[in-house]
Protein backbone atom coordinates (compact mmCIF):
# COMPACT_ATOMS: atom_id res chain seq x y z
CA UNK A 1 0.00 0.00 0.00
CA UNK A 2 1.69 3.67 -0.93
CA UNK A 3 2.20 6.23 1.65
CA UNK A 4 -0.98 7.87 0.06
CA UNK A 5 -3.65 5.13 0.35
CA UNK A 6 -2.51 4.64 3.86
CA UNK A 7 -2.75 8.12 4.88
CA UNK A 8 -6.03 8.34 2.88
CA UNK A 9 -7.62 5.99 5.05
CA UNK A 10 -5.94 7.29 8.18
CA UNK A 11 -8.72 10.09 9.65
CA UNK A 12 -6.34 11.52 12.40
CA UNK A 13 -4.15 13.56 10.44
CA UNK A 14 -2.52 16.87 11.20
CA UNK A 15 -2.10 18.27 7.67
CA UNK A 16 -5.00 20.53 6.02
CA UNK A 17 -5.81 19.01 2.83
CA UNK A 18 -8.57 21.86 2.79
CA UNK A 19 -7.46 22.96 -1.34
CA UNK A 20 -7.31 19.45 -2.46
CA UNK A 21 -10.24 17.39 -0.90
CA UNK A 22 -10.35 14.25 1.49
CA UNK A 23 -7.24 12.46 -0.33
CA UNK A 24 -4.59 14.94 -2.21
CA UNK A 25 -3.24 13.31 -5.27
CA UNK A 26 0.23 14.14 -4.94
CA UNK A 27 2.93 11.65 -3.22
CA UNK A 28 3.43 11.78 -0.02
CA UNK A 29 6.92 11.53 1.67
CA UNK A 30 6.79 10.14 5.03
CA UNK A 31 9.61 12.44 6.30
CA UNK A 32 6.52 15.49 5.54
CA UNK A 33 4.95 16.69 9.05
CA UNK A 34 2.55 13.90 9.81
CA UNK A 35 1.24 14.37 13.61
CA UNK A 36 -1.62 12.17 15.38
CA UNK A 37 -3.97 14.15 16.57
CA UNK A 38 -7.12 14.85 14.83
CA UNK A 39 -7.82 18.59 14.04
CA UNK A 40 -10.89 20.28 14.53
CA UNK A 41 -11.82 22.47 11.33
CA UNK A 42 -14.96 23.68 9.71
CA UNK A 43 -13.02 22.12 6.10
CA UNK A 44 -16.52 22.89 4.28
CA UNK A 45 -17.02 26.60 5.31
CA UNK A 46 -17.53 28.84 2.91
CA UNK A 47 -15.11 31.77 3.04
CA UNK A 48 -16.07 35.19 2.35
CA UNK A 49 -14.64 36.01 -1.32
CA UNK A 50 -13.09 39.28 -0.18
CA UNK A 51 -10.88 37.15 2.53
CA UNK A 52 -8.48 36.16 0.18
CA UNK A 53 -5.55 37.93 -1.23
CA UNK A 54 -6.52 41.39 -0.15
CA UNK A 55 -4.43 41.07 2.67
CA UNK A 56 -4.18 44.53 4.46
CA UNK A 57 -1.69 45.86 6.87
CA UNK A 58 -3.95 45.32 10.15
CA UNK A 59 -3.45 42.73 12.74
CA UNK A 60 -6.01 39.32 12.41
CA UNK A 61 -7.01 37.64 15.43
CA UNK A 62 -6.87 34.20 15.36
CA UNK A 63 -9.95 33.61 13.20
CA UNK A 64 -8.93 36.52 10.65
CA UNK A 65 -5.42 34.53 10.54
CA UNK A 66 -6.76 31.27 9.64
CA UNK A 67 -9.26 32.55 7.44
CA UNK A 68 -6.71 33.77 5.22
CA UNK A 69 -4.19 30.86 5.37
CA UNK A 70 -7.01 28.81 4.40
CA UNK A 71 -7.95 31.15 1.48
CA UNK A 72 -4.51 31.53 -0.09
CA UNK A 73 -4.04 27.25 0.66
CA UNK A 74 -7.07 27.03 -1.65
CA UNK A 75 -6.32 29.15 -4.36
CA UNK A 76 -2.33 28.35 -4.28
CA UNK A 77 -2.62 24.79 -4.30
CA UNK A 78 0.30 24.15 -6.33
CA UNK A 79 2.62 26.16 -4.26
CA UNK A 80 1.01 25.96 -0.74
CA UNK A 81 -0.15 23.34 2.08
CA UNK A 82 -1.72 24.36 5.85
CA UNK A 83 -1.15 22.14 8.66
CA UNK A 84 -1.45 22.64 12.27
CA UNK A 85 1.18 20.84 14.29
CA UNK A 86 -1.03 20.87 17.64
CA UNK A 87 -2.59 23.16 20.02
CA UNK A 88 -1.98 25.89 22.34
CA UNK A 89 -3.79 25.35 25.58
CA UNK A 90 -6.60 27.09 24.90
CA UNK A 91 -7.23 25.26 21.80
CA UNK A 92 -5.82 26.97 18.65
CA UNK A 93 -4.28 25.75 16.08
CA UNK A 94 -0.32 26.09 16.06
CA UNK A 95 -0.85 27.03 11.83
CA UNK A 96 1.86 25.89 9.58
CA UNK A 97 1.92 26.80 5.67
CA UNK A 98 4.27 25.71 3.56
CA UNK A 99 5.38 27.38 0.67
CA UNK A 100 7.06 25.64 -2.01
CA UNK A 101 7.19 24.26 -5.77
CA UNK A 102 6.99 20.96 -3.59
CA UNK A 103 4.66 22.07 -0.62
CA UNK A 104 3.28 18.30 -0.01
CA UNK A 105 6.61 16.21 -0.59
CA UNK A 106 10.02 16.97 0.94
CA UNK A 107 12.38 17.24 -2.18
CA UNK A 108 14.81 15.10 -1.51
CA UNK A 109 18.47 16.89 -1.50
CA UNK A 110 16.81 20.13 -1.33
CA UNK A 111 16.47 21.95 1.98
CA UNK A 112 13.50 22.44 4.22
CA UNK A 113 13.81 25.83 6.25
CA UNK A 114 11.24 27.93 8.85
CA UNK A 115 10.13 31.08 10.36
CA UNK A 116 8.38 30.73 13.48
CA UNK A 117 6.84 34.07 15.17
CA UNK A 118 4.65 35.46 18.26
CA UNK A 119 6.50 32.78 20.64
CA UNK A 120 6.04 35.94 23.07
CA UNK A 121 2.23 36.67 22.47
CA UNK A 122 2.80 40.23 22.45
CA UNK A 123 5.71 40.81 20.36
CA UNK A 124 2.73 41.07 17.07
CA UNK A 125 5.45 41.90 14.23
CA UNK A 126 6.74 38.99 12.97
CA UNK A 127 3.09 37.42 13.03
CA UNK A 128 1.73 39.89 10.51
CA UNK A 129 5.14 40.12 8.30
CA UNK A 130 4.92 36.42 8.08
CA UNK A 131 1.71 36.93 6.35
CA UNK A 132 2.54 39.23 3.64
CA UNK A 133 5.46 36.99 3.06
CA UNK A 134 3.28 34.15 2.36
CA UNK A 135 1.46 36.85 -0.04
CA UNK A 136 4.27 37.80 -1.80
CA UNK A 137 5.72 34.57 -2.11
CA UNK A 138 2.67 32.99 -4.03
CA UNK A 139 1.85 35.90 -5.60
CA UNK A 140 5.30 36.82 -7.24
CA UNK A 141 6.31 33.08 -8.26
CA UNK A 142 5.59 33.56 -11.82
CA UNK A 143 7.44 37.58 -11.98
CA UNK A 144 10.37 36.97 -9.75
CA UNK A 145 13.06 34.93 -10.83
CA UNK A 146 14.96 34.84 -7.66
CA UNK A 147 11.55 33.87 -5.55
CA UNK A 148 10.88 31.05 -8.25
CA UNK A 149 14.30 29.74 -7.42
CA UNK A 150 14.03 29.61 -3.84
CA UNK A 151 10.43 27.87 -3.65
CA UNK A 152 11.71 25.93 -6.69
CA UNK A 153 14.22 24.50 -4.65
CA UNK A 154 13.11 25.38 -1.05
CA UNK A 155 10.55 24.22 1.03
CA UNK A 156 9.49 27.01 3.36
CA UNK A 157 7.41 26.41 6.36
CA UNK A 158 5.74 29.67 7.99
CA UNK A 159 4.66 29.49 11.42
CA UNK A 160 3.08 32.91 12.34
CA UNK A 161 1.92 32.16 15.74
CA UNK A 162 3.47 30.15 18.41
CA UNK A 163 1.68 31.45 21.42
CA UNK A 164 -1.99 32.42 19.64
CA UNK A 165 -3.41 32.39 23.48
CA UNK A 166 -0.84 35.12 24.43
CA UNK A 167 -1.87 37.38 21.43
CA UNK A 168 -5.07 36.79 21.79
CA UNK A 169 -4.89 38.93 25.42
CA UNK A 170 -2.12 41.15 24.03
CA UNK A 171 -3.32 45.10 23.04
CA UNK A 172 -2.05 46.77 20.02
CA UNK A 173 0.18 49.91 21.12
CA UNK A 174 1.72 48.51 23.70
CA UNK A 175 5.37 48.75 23.24
CA UNK A 176 7.17 47.75 26.10
CA UNK A 177 5.02 45.35 28.69
CA UNK A 178 4.67 41.93 29.43
CA UNK A 179 0.72 41.51 29.29
CA UNK A 180 0.55 38.32 26.39
CA UNK A 181 4.20 37.46 26.54
CA UNK A 182 3.35 33.96 28.00
CA UNK A 183 0.88 31.06 26.76
CA UNK A 184 -2.09 30.52 28.62
CA UNK A 185 -0.51 29.01 31.35
CA UNK A 186 2.33 31.82 32.27
CA UNK A 187 5.24 30.35 30.74
CA UNK A 188 7.43 31.89 28.74
CA UNK A 189 7.94 29.69 25.94
CA UNK A 190 10.87 30.69 24.83
CA UNK A 191 12.48 29.41 28.41
CA UNK A 192 10.50 26.18 28.21
CA UNK A 193 13.31 24.06 26.28
CA UNK A 194 15.13 21.52 27.03
CA UNK A 195 18.91 23.28 27.95
CA UNK A 196 22.46 21.46 27.21
CA UNK A 197 23.88 24.25 29.72
CA UNK A 198 21.44 24.00 32.97
CA UNK A 199 18.69 21.44 33.37
CA UNK A 200 15.28 23.19 32.46
CA UNK A 201 12.97 22.66 35.00
CA UNK A 202 9.90 24.39 34.01
CA UNK A 203 7.01 21.83 33.06
CA UNK A 204 7.00 21.70 29.11
CA UNK A 205 3.83 23.63 27.43
CA UNK A 206 1.70 21.75 24.74
CA UNK A 207 3.36 24.85 22.52
CA UNK A 208 6.81 23.94 22.87
CA UNK A 209 6.05 20.09 23.25
CA UNK A 210 4.14 20.54 19.51
CA UNK A 211 7.38 22.54 18.30
CA UNK A 212 9.50 19.76 19.63
CA UNK A 213 7.76 16.69 17.91
CA UNK A 214 7.40 18.96 14.56
CA UNK A 215 11.44 19.17 14.45
CA UNK A 216 12.06 16.19 14.91
CA UNK A 217 10.77 14.75 11.94
CA UNK A 218 11.43 17.65 9.40
CA UNK A 219 15.32 18.31 9.32
CA UNK A 220 15.40 21.91 9.31
CA UNK A 221 18.32 23.93 7.90
CA UNK A 222 18.06 27.35 8.80
CA UNK A 223 15.21 29.20 10.70
CA UNK A 224 14.57 32.38 12.00
CA UNK A 225 12.34 33.04 15.37
CA UNK A 226 11.07 36.27 15.43
CA UNK A 227 10.48 38.66 18.18
CA UNK A 228 10.30 41.93 19.28
CA UNK A 229 11.05 44.87 21.39
CA UNK A 230 14.67 45.58 19.72
CA UNK A 231 16.04 45.71 16.57
CA UNK A 232 19.19 42.83 16.20
CA UNK A 233 19.60 39.57 15.02
CA UNK A 234 21.12 37.57 17.75
CA UNK A 235 22.83 34.63 17.30
CA UNK A 236 23.78 31.37 19.69
CA UNK A 237 24.62 30.29 22.62
CA UNK A 238 21.93 32.06 24.49
CA UNK A 239 23.09 30.02 27.77
CA UNK A 240 26.36 30.17 29.08
CA UNK A 241 28.55 27.88 30.51
CA UNK A 242 28.74 29.87 33.69
CA UNK A 243 25.60 29.32 34.50
CA UNK A 244 26.14 25.44 34.80
CA UNK A 245 29.09 26.07 36.68
CA UNK A 246 27.91 28.70 38.99
CA UNK A 247 26.60 26.35 41.30
CA UNK A 248 28.38 28.40 45.00
CA UNK A 249 27.78 31.79 46.06
CA UNK A 250 31.75 31.93 45.52
CA UNK A 251 32.01 30.34 42.46
CA UNK A 252 28.93 32.75 41.42
CA UNK A 253 30.60 35.63 42.24
CA UNK A 254 33.81 34.99 39.92
CA UNK A 255 31.24 34.17 37.40
CA UNK A 256 29.52 37.00 37.62
CA UNK A 257 31.79 39.06 35.23
CA UNK A 258 31.27 36.56 32.04
CA UNK A 259 27.72 36.90 32.47
CA UNK A 260 27.30 38.75 30.02
CA UNK A 261 30.27 37.50 27.92
CA UNK A 262 29.37 35.86 24.85
CA UNK A 263 28.62 32.10 25.06
CA UNK A 264 30.56 30.95 21.39
CA UNK A 265 28.95 28.43 19.54
CA UNK A 266 31.20 25.33 17.33
CA UNK A 267 29.53 27.27 14.06
CA UNK A 268 30.09 30.76 15.66
CA UNK A 269 31.33 32.14 12.45
CA UNK A 270 28.20 30.94 10.68
CA UNK A 271 25.93 31.71 13.16
CA UNK A 272 27.93 35.50 12.81
CA UNK A 273 27.42 35.56 9.01
CA UNK A 274 23.91 34.14 9.24
CA UNK A 275 22.89 37.33 11.39
CA UNK A 276 24.68 39.56 9.18
CA UNK A 277 22.99 38.43 6.25
CA UNK A 278 19.79 39.42 7.59
CA UNK A 279 21.02 42.76 9.55
CA UNK A 280 22.62 43.83 6.26
CA UNK A 281 19.53 43.33 4.27
CA UNK A 282 17.35 45.15 6.98
CA UNK A 283 16.39 48.84 5.56
CA UNK A 284 18.29 49.81 9.35
CA UNK A 285 19.23 46.78 11.69
CA UNK A 286 22.82 46.98 10.47
CA UNK A 287 23.20 50.80 11.65
CA UNK A 288 22.78 49.46 15.36
CA UNK A 289 21.19 52.31 16.34
CA UNK A 290 19.54 51.50 20.14
CA UNK A 291 15.81 51.78 20.55
CA UNK A 292 15.94 54.46 22.95
CA UNK A 293 18.48 55.65 25.48
CA UNK A 294 19.69 53.42 27.89
CA UNK A 295 19.05 49.82 25.85
CA UNK A 296 22.28 48.82 23.80
CA UNK A 297 23.17 49.65 20.85
CA UNK A 298 24.68 46.14 18.17
CA UNK A 299 27.59 46.75 16.08
CA UNK A 300 26.83 45.69 13.07
CA UNK A 301 22.85 44.91 14.38
CA UNK A 302 23.83 41.36 15.62
CA UNK A 303 25.31 40.18 18.74
CA UNK A 304 25.86 36.73 20.47
CA UNK A 305 22.55 35.82 22.33
CA UNK A 306 24.34 35.47 26.17
CA UNK A 307 26.27 38.49 25.70
CA UNK A 308 23.47 40.32 25.28
CA UNK A 309 21.89 38.37 28.18
CA UNK A 310 22.13 34.51 29.51
CA UNK A 311 18.28 32.51 28.96
CA UNK A 312 17.74 29.02 29.90
CA UNK A 313 15.46 27.11 27.92
CA UNK A 314 15.30 29.01 24.63
CA UNK A 315 14.48 27.43 21.17
CA UNK A 316 17.61 29.01 19.28
CA UNK A 317 19.87 26.59 21.68
CA UNK A 318 17.90 23.55 20.85
CA UNK A 319 17.25 23.87 17.11
CA UNK A 320 20.81 23.90 17.00
CA UNK A 321 22.56 21.25 19.56
CA UNK A 322 19.41 18.81 19.45
CA UNK A 323 18.69 18.70 15.62
CA UNK A 324 21.35 20.82 13.30
CA UNK A 325 19.21 23.39 12.64
CA UNK A 326 20.68 26.79 12.50
CA UNK A 327 18.20 29.14 14.23
CA UNK A 328 18.65 32.68 14.81
CA UNK A 329 16.25 35.10 17.09
CA UNK A 330 15.57 38.10 15.11
CA UNK A 331 13.87 41.11 16.98
CA UNK A 332 12.15 42.91 14.19
CA UNK A 333 10.20 46.05 16.09
CA UNK A 334 11.44 48.26 18.69
CA UNK A 335 7.25 48.24 20.01
CA UNK A 336 6.59 44.68 20.78
CA UNK A 337 2.40 45.86 19.32
CA UNK A 338 3.03 49.24 17.34
CA UNK A 339 -0.09 50.61 15.71
CA UNK A 340 -1.38 48.75 12.76
CA UNK A 341 -0.63 51.81 10.42
CA UNK A 342 2.93 50.73 10.85
CA UNK A 343 2.84 47.20 9.52
CA UNK A 344 3.73 48.62 6.37
CA UNK A 345 6.56 49.80 6.66
CA UNK A 346 7.75 47.02 9.20
CA UNK A 347 7.14 44.86 6.02
CA UNK A 348 9.14 47.13 3.57
CA UNK A 349 12.52 46.89 6.24
CA UNK A 350 12.02 43.34 6.56
CA UNK A 351 11.43 41.89 2.96
CA UNK A 352 14.60 41.61 1.83
CA UNK A 353 16.13 39.92 5.02
CA UNK A 354 13.04 37.06 5.20
CA UNK A 355 13.91 36.07 1.82
CA UNK A 356 17.67 36.44 1.70
CA UNK A 357 18.22 34.92 5.07
CA UNK A 358 16.15 31.51 3.82
CA UNK A 359 18.51 31.14 0.74
CA UNK A 360 21.53 31.15 3.16
CA UNK A 361 20.22 26.99 3.76
CA UNK A 362 21.91 26.67 0.27
CA UNK A 363 25.62 27.92 1.24
CA UNK A 364 28.00 25.43 2.04
CA UNK A 365 28.05 21.86 1.57
CA UNK A 366 24.75 19.16 1.61
CA UNK A 367 24.94 15.83 -0.18
CA UNK A 368 24.31 12.24 0.63
CA UNK A 369 25.67 9.23 3.18
CA UNK A 370 25.41 5.69 0.98
CA UNK A 371 26.17 2.14 1.83
CA UNK A 372 28.05 0.22 -0.91
CA UNK A 373 25.28 -0.93 -2.78
CA UNK A 374 23.88 2.82 -2.86
CA UNK A 375 21.37 2.45 -0.25
CA UNK A 376 20.90 5.73 2.23
CA UNK A 377 22.12 5.35 5.51
CA UNK A 378 20.12 7.46 8.07
CA UNK A 379 21.19 8.55 11.07
CA UNK A 380 25.02 8.66 10.15
CA UNK A 381 27.00 11.21 12.49
CA UNK A 382 28.22 13.79 10.14
CA UNK A 383 30.87 16.13 11.84
CA UNK A 384 32.98 19.00 9.92
CA UNK A 385 36.77 18.44 12.17
CA UNK A 386 37.55 21.82 14.40
CA UNK A 387 33.61 21.95 15.06
CA UNK A 388 32.18 19.78 18.05
CA UNK A 389 28.84 19.20 16.95
CA UNK A 390 26.94 16.07 15.49
CA UNK A 391 24.50 16.99 12.43
CA UNK A 392 22.68 13.84 11.24
CA UNK A 393 21.67 12.43 7.99
CA UNK A 394 17.69 12.43 7.38
CA UNK A 395 16.14 8.59 6.36
CA UNK A 396 17.55 9.66 2.55
CA UNK A 397 21.20 9.72 3.81
CA UNK A 398 20.84 13.40 3.43
CA UNK A 399 22.90 15.87 5.33
CA UNK A 400 23.14 20.07 4.60
CA UNK A 401 26.50 21.70 6.48
CA UNK A 402 26.01 25.35 6.29
CA UNK A 403 29.59 26.81 6.29
CA UNK A 404 32.01 29.76 4.88
CA UNK A 405 34.21 29.50 2.14
CA UNK A 406 37.45 27.73 3.25
CA UNK A 407 38.69 23.95 3.22
CA UNK A 408 37.37 21.50 5.83
CA UNK A 409 37.32 18.19 6.63
CA UNK A 410 34.11 15.68 7.24
CA UNK A 411 34.21 12.91 9.62
CA UNK A 412 31.20 10.70 9.01
CA UNK A 413 30.54 7.53 10.86
CA UNK A 414 27.29 5.42 11.51
CA UNK A 415 26.84 2.27 13.29
CA UNK A 416 28.18 -0.85 11.99
CA UNK A 417 30.38 1.06 9.28
CA UNK A 418 33.86 2.28 9.14
CA UNK A 419 34.28 5.56 9.70
CA UNK A 420 34.98 7.83 6.41
CA UNK A 421 36.96 11.59 6.49
CA UNK A 422 36.86 13.74 3.48
CA UNK A 423 38.37 16.77 2.30
CA UNK A 424 36.76 19.44 0.69
CA UNK A 425 36.20 23.22 -0.37
CA UNK A 426 33.28 25.00 0.17
CA UNK A 427 33.26 28.64 -2.22
CA UNK A 428 30.97 31.26 -1.51
CA UNK A 429 28.64 30.94 -4.89
CA UNK A 430 27.74 27.64 -5.18
CA UNK A 431 26.99 24.57 -2.84
CA UNK A 432 29.42 22.00 -2.65
CA UNK A 433 27.86 18.59 -3.48
CA UNK A 434 29.33 15.71 -1.45
CA UNK A 435 28.49 11.91 -1.37
CA UNK A 436 29.88 9.99 1.19
CA UNK A 437 30.23 6.22 0.81
CA UNK A 438 29.86 4.21 4.22
CA UNK A 439 32.13 0.67 3.95
CA UNK A 440 30.68 -2.14 6.07
CA UNK A 441 32.56 -3.07 8.79
CA UNK A 442 31.80 -6.76 8.23
CA UNK A 443 34.76 -8.61 6.39
CA UNK A 444 34.58 -12.41 4.96
CA UNK A 445 37.32 -13.52 6.65
CA UNK A 446 39.58 -17.03 6.31
CA UNK A 447 37.42 -18.21 9.70
CA UNK A 448 33.89 -16.86 8.28
CA UNK A 449 32.63 -13.79 9.06
CA UNK A 450 33.11 -12.14 11.42
CA UNK A 451 32.78 -8.55 13.14
CA UNK A 452 36.07 -6.57 13.23
CA UNK A 453 36.25 -3.74 15.91
CA UNK A 454 36.05 -0.19 14.49
CA UNK A 455 38.77 1.77 15.02
CA UNK A 456 37.56 4.98 16.08
CA UNK A 457 39.84 8.30 15.13
CA UNK A 458 41.63 9.87 17.94
CA UNK A 459 39.43 13.04 18.39
CA UNK A 460 40.46 16.28 17.67
CA UNK A 461 41.77 18.61 20.79
CA UNK A 462 39.28 21.06 21.49
CA UNK A 463 39.40 23.87 19.86
CA UNK A 464 42.03 26.83 20.97
CA UNK A 465 40.27 27.79 24.38
CA UNK A 466 40.23 31.13 25.26
CA UNK A 467 39.51 30.60 28.48
CA UNK A 468 38.17 27.59 31.02
CA UNK A 469 34.93 28.00 31.05
CA UNK A 470 35.57 27.41 27.22
CA UNK A 471 37.63 24.57 27.21
CA UNK A 472 35.30 22.66 29.36
CA UNK A 473 32.35 23.83 27.08
CA UNK A 474 34.28 22.31 24.31
CA UNK A 475 34.99 19.08 26.09
CA UNK A 476 31.96 18.61 27.45
CA UNK A 477 30.52 18.81 23.85
CA UNK A 478 32.39 15.06 23.27
CA UNK A 479 30.46 13.39 25.85
CA UNK A 480 27.50 15.78 25.21
CA UNK A 481 27.48 14.59 21.47
CA UNK A 482 28.06 11.12 22.40
CA UNK A 483 25.24 11.05 25.18
CA UNK A 484 22.72 13.39 22.82
CA UNK A 485 23.82 12.03 19.33
CA UNK A 486 25.51 8.50 19.78
ZN1 LIG B 1 10.42 37.88 22.43
Redo the contacts with the bound molecule.
Keep these: MSAVSSLCGVTKILILLYSLGPCFAQSYSDSSYVATEEISTNLGEAEPRDNGLDLEFRYHDHDQLTRYLRAVSAKYPALTALYSIGKSVQGRDLWVMVVSASPYEHMIGKPDVKYVAN??GN?AVGRELLLHLIQHLVTSYDTDAYVKWLLDNTRIHLMPSMNPDGYAISKEGQCDTIHGRHNARRYDL?RNFPDYFKANTKQPQPETEAVKEWISKIQFVVSGSL???ALVASYPFDNTPSARICRSSVLCSVFQSYAHSPSIAPDDDVFRHLALVYSRNHAKMARGVSCKSGSPRFENGITNGAAWYPLTGGMQDYNYLWHGCMEITLEISCCKYPPAHELHKYWLDNRESLIKFLAEAHRGAHGFVTDENGNPVERAAVRVKGRDVAYHTTKYGEFWRILLPGTYRLDVSADGYLPQEVEFIVVDSHPTLLNVTLHSAKRIDAGGPYYRPVPLPPRPPPAAPNSGIFSSLSNSFNSFVSNIFG
Excluded: A
Design positions: IHENHGG
